[in-house]
């Protein structure tokens, strides 16, 4: 029973880590007022370009690195698309998650790189690699930027009040194309995390809607980012639960606790809606496009 | 003296819309400068010049007698132009200290801070820099406004109808500030549709009207017919009119009472009645029940306690906004574009929406359009709907006088018996006004009970019958038409 319980435990870092991480991605980049649906392609993208790399020899950081850019190329179609050509931002998101399943998938079987086994990212500490170790770091960072910087001020004047924004002098398209961009490059972070150190190996759709907790995950944390890592951490601890409650032959299912993540966003969107609108801290202006008004 | 902005014979098209004609207007330090006109004169396009949004086709812009371009509105920040927009550019989310940061990049913000409280201190009021700007008030967002420019180093300083959102006092006070601030010195451009404004807290007026500056003259030689008359090109003067024929009882509110929650007041034992062939308007000062009064009066909140009666109708206290209508209510709403139309659907349908609720375009399964169309376009002709190049036309391209004669186009088809008319002229020039006041003396003429929402006290004096004063939720105090101004005002900050 120690056991299991012990090996649950040094678990749980590996599955919270991509969920902070892609969740952090998110929030810098819903923070600028960009409704963000496309984590889960990013994430896609981000995993594929890591298992890529690694099979062509590549060591894990480098092959990290690759998920930073690939995570960033998928998030400039999305600031092309979002920011630049204000399409709404649902649409554009969705259609990059689909793009991005099909591209991936294509690319995998064309390289033939689908279910091959890599050597992947090795622990440092206490069983835990270095990106684990990075992660409260990343979350401190970012916290730091958003509350205690100039950029950080703009981004979330963008997002509360682009019209204000704009009138200060500053580019709500700028800004909002540089948020979307820091956010896809930690969400392509974390896609590459899920292969290079946890599956170490790419099926098609490995990330396996890890994306859209996700974004869960980041309603539920409210957009703050130490919530969030509190969040990624509780869901990590069920997403570690799930194959070792089965191999300890408790008679749970499976579906049920995957869908816990859910249930619990449900429960703070609820608590949240129930205490009142001001407790509700949505960015104010998510979601929409900002036209200086003109006449003719 | 040297001028501090000039902007000379300045043109600006939009398409083939010629907004600005050759325009020239300048302003001195130590002056206030007000600049009058109907909506869409070009007061806007010309400030928006000033203030280095638009680029001018033609004229340019001197500074201190010196030509310059205004790139945009950072540059013209630096510059030391100041624009205090008429809808607050403010984050609402944000402290106090955050929005003057925001506006004021590249400084410390301690510094920041310390200016500010300084400054503010020598305008005369108080601010508290970690206070979220959510919370604040009107007034005190507006202070925050000019704040934020000052703190940047405006020493020229556009307001765009600042009085607007404001009630008498806030009003009074802030033409004090304004004063204070051509007193240290700054060059001050008032925008504004006020006659009195102009009149009495500026050192010279400028008119506007479809592009062209009409007339630059001083406040001493102008009386408010003579401006008027220079602003719409005609000779338009409202006098009150008492009513031709005052009947019985019509609606009758009972001790109404609406639970408050957080920042909104709630309604505490209102009974007042309204009879046929009367106006009764509601003076008080924003935000003292007003929106509350319209919503219960409208079925849109229901009241927490009391009752409200139609005459023929019975207690309608719980009748939701379409029993309301089918006991012969139309509304005319605060916001038009908001709650009054449906902006990006067309003229005809939006005309129609009541008309087919009630049954007169045909049943739930099928819309006579071609009988809404035609309803339209009669009425359209006959409330004098103008800018409509089609019926399909999408609502919001309507200014703001024309929207608001579609809304009562729509409103008073079937002859209401009660009229609710919440702030009818709010943001209308002159001409639009005084044609929405008089739509709403014809219903009371033919016997409907008119209730008039509105701040705006001049205009209550103008059509009310009688009046009754909100303040804090309350119905405090109720006068007969003449009434006196003086007592009003007084009644409008009684406290409890």
């Known amino acids: ?296 | 003296m040297t001028n501090a902005l000039s902007l000379c014979s300045v043109s600006k098209s939009f398409g083939g819309f010629k907004a600005l004609d050759s325009v020239d207007f300048s302003v001195a330090p130590g002056e206030v400068h007000a600049l009058l006109g109907e909506n869409g004169a070009g007061k806007s396009t010309l400030m928006n010049i000033a203030c280095g949004l638009y680029a001018p086709d033609e004229g340019h812009v001197e500074l201190e007698g010196r030509a310059v371009t205004i790139a945009g509105a950072r540059d013209a920040a630096a510059k030391g132009i100041g624009m205090v927009h008429q809808h607050f550019k403010l984050v609402p989310a944000f402290t106090v200290l955050e929005n003057i940061l925001l506006f004021n990049p590249g400084r410390a913000p301690a510094e920041i801070a310390r200016e500010a409280l300084a400054l503010a201190d020598r305008m005369g009021f108080e601010i508290d820099l970690d206070a979220r700007v959510g919370t604040l008030g009107v007034s005190e967002q507006q202070r925050l406004e000019i704040l934020k420019v000052l703190v940047a180093g405006a020493r020229i300083i556009i307001l765009d109808e600042p009085t607007a959102v404001l009630g008498e006092d806030d009003g009074r006070a802030l033409m004090a500030l304004v004063r204070g601030l051509a007193d240290s010195g700054s060059a001050v451009i008032l925008v504004t549709h006020k006659l009195h404004e102009a009149l009495y807290h500026s050192d010279r007026i400028t008119v506007m009207r479809q592009g062209r500056r009409i007339a630059e003259t001083l406040p001493a030689e102008m009386d408010p017919g003579r401006l008027t008359t220079l602003i719409v090109g005609e000779h338009i003067v409202e006098e009150p009119e008492p009513s031709p024929h005052v009947g019985g009882a019509r609606i009758r509110l009972n001790q109404v009472r609406l639970a408050g929650d957080g920042g909104r007041k709630g309604l505490v034992d209102v009974s007042f009645e309204v009879k046929d062939g009367e106006i009764y308007g509601i003076a008080g000062v924003s935000g003292n029940g007003q929106n509350e009064l319209a919503e219960v009066l409208m079925g849109l909140g229901l009241p927490t306690g009391g009752s409200i009666e139609i005459a023929g109708h019975g207690d309608v206290t719980g009748a939701g906004p379409a029993h309301r209508r089918q006991n012969g209510l139309a509304c005319i709403p605060v916001d038009r574009y908001r709650h009054g139309l449906a902006g990006s659907i067309g003229v005809a349908d939006n005309f129609a929406v009541n008309g087919a609720l009630a049954g007169r375009y045909g049943s739930w399964l099928w819309f006579n359009r071609r009988k809404a169309r035609a309803e339209a376009r009669a009425a359209i002709e006959t409330f004098d709907v103008q800018g409509v190049r089609s019926l399909g036309q999408k609502a919001a391209l309507l200014s703001g006088g024309n929207a608001q004669k579609l809304v009562i186009a729509r409103e008073f088809q079937g002859a209401p018996q009660v009229v609710l008319a919440h702030s009818p002229s709010r943001g209308l020039d002159v001409r639009a006004g005084a044609a929405v006041h008089e739509r709403l003396r014809a219903a009371r003429d033919r016997g409907a009970a008119v209730i008039l929402i509105s701040e705006d006290l001049d205009e209550i004096l103008l059509l009310s019958d009688r009046i009754g004063v909100l303040a804090g939720g309350r119905l405090v105090a109720e006068f007969k038409a003449p009434a006196n101004r003086s007592e009003i005002g007084a009644a409008m900050v009684t406290h409890d």
């Open chain 1, 1 to 296: 029973m120690s056991d299991l319980l012990l090996n649950w435990l040094i678990n749980i870092p590996g599955f919270a880590a991509p969920f902070a991480i892609a969740a952090l991605g998110l929030i810098i980049t819903e923070r600028a007022g960009v409704l963000n649906l496309a984590a889960e392609g990013f994430m896609l993208a981000g995993a594929l370009a890591g298992v890529g790399l690694m099979i062509h020899g590549a060591p894990p950081l480098v092959a990290l690195g690759g998920s930073v850019l690939a995570g960033m190329a998928m998030g400039l179609i999305f600031a092309i698309m979002a920011a630049s050509f204000r399409i709404n931002h649902v649409i554009a998101g969705l259609a990059l998650v689909f793009f991005a399943e099909a591209l991936t998938s294509y690319i995998a079987s064309a390289e033939r790189w689908t279910n091959k086994a890599i050597s992947g990212l090795e622990p440092v500490f206490l069983g835990q690699d270095v990106i684990v170790y990075a992660t409260p770091v990343l979350c401190a960072l970012t916290v730091w930027m958003l509350n205690r910087t100039r950029f950080g001020l703009t981004i979330r004047a963008v997002g509360e009040n682009p019209g204000a924004a704009d009138a200060a002098g500053i580019d709500v398209t700028a800004i909002r194309f540089a948020a979307i961009l820091i956010g896809a490059a930690l969400i392509g972070l974390a896609g590459g995390y899920l292969t290079v150190a946890v599956s170490r190996i790419w099926v098609d759709s490995v990330v396996g809607g890890r994306g859209w907790i996700a974004i869960a995950l980041v309603i539920f944390a409210r957009w703050h980012p130490w919530r969030a890592l509190l969040g990624a951490i509780l869901f990590g601890c069920i997403e570690a639960l799930i194959p070792r409650i089965a191999a300890a032959g408790f008679d749970v299912p499976r579906y049920f606790l995957q869908m816990t993540p859910y249930l619990a966003t449900l429960a703070v969107m609820i608590w949240a809606a129930a205490r009142g609108r001001d407790r509700w801290s949505q960015p104010a202006a998510l979601g929409q496009h900002h036209i200086r008004e003109e006449r003719g």
